[in-house]
């Protein structure tokens, strides 16, 4: 099945935009049902992609020559998402089921059910991907570069749920920043010391650009209790999404 990818990966004059995906097999049923790889983590998802991505392509078919399980590390969040929910379509077809809590009454909705075909692809068009998305810091009169969430990203943040309580704010913000003044190599604590003000222009700054492009997970739901519509984002991330669903 080749699908198409809503930011792909630019390899000098090449854009792969374009992959060739797998479906589950036995093996891989084996690391979803592994609850090392997957209680609380997401170590799962880099040993999925790497079999399931059977090649990049740009539009003309030309096939990206680099290795796989380091392709995996280089397509932003996006691409990720797009990708995993290719493969659940093609391993048990486009009807995927799923419960959501109502924010309103706290309802539990059962038995939602969403055409994974039918996810809006949000594309990020070449240009974008390659201009750099900056801003200067009031402030620090600082300019710092933003980017795309990446695989290694998404490990940080599942790691700074878990362990880093007190420093929640910059280690998030600093996941999206890719530079500040000269600086490429940012950790939260290149975070620490800058002024919460201009955190905040950052913060903003990460909403309002479109660091990447999308498929839309977020789903509008009516409560069946209330009647209140809601907006639920599907976890394509955890494991439990290629959990086969019936009803
Ligand atoms: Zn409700």
């Known amino acids: 099945m080749l699908i198409k990818l809503p930011n792909g990966l630019i390899d000098g004059l090449d854009h792969f935009n ?11 049923q084996n690391y979803l049902a592994n609850r090392q790889l997957v209680e609380g983590n997401i170590g799962h998802l880099p040993l999925l992609l790497k079999d399931l991505i059977v090649s990049l392509q740009t539009k003309e078919g030309i096939q990206y020559k680099g290795k796989i399980e380091e392709v995996v590390y280089k397509l932003p969040s996006g691409d990720l998402e797009t990708i995993l929910i290719k493969v659940r379509e093609k391993s048990f077809g486009p009807r995927y089921y799923f419960e959501a809590d109502c924010p309103h009454c706290g309802a539990n909705n059962k038995n939602l059910r969403v055409d994974l075909s039918s996810l809006e692809l949000k594309e990020q068009p070449i240009e974008e991907i390659l201009k750099p998305k900056t801003i200067t810091l009031s402030k620090l009169q600082q300019e710092v570069e933003l980017k795309p ?20 704010i910059t280690s998030l913000v600093s996941t999206s920043v890719k ?8 950790t939260s604590s290149d975070i620490d010391n800058i002024p919460a003000s201009d ?21 509008t739901i ?12 599907l976890q394509v991330f955890d494991a439990s999404f290629f959990f086969h669903s019936k009803a």
């Open 149 to 168: 969430l990446f695989l290694k990203d998404l490990f940080e943040v599942i790691k700074i749920a878990k362990n880093k309580q007190d420093s929640v």
């Open 199 to 219: 955190i905040i222009e950052i913060e903003e700054a990460i909403t309002n650009n479109t660091l990447e492009g999308t498929i839309d997970t977020n789903i």
């Open 179 to 186: 530079r500040i003044g000269t600086n490429v190599n940012i």
């Open 18 to 28: 374009y992959c060739e995906i797998d479906e589950l097999r036995g093996k891989h």
């Open 222 to 233: 009516e409560c069946k209790e209330c009647n209140k519509e809601f907006q639920h984002k």
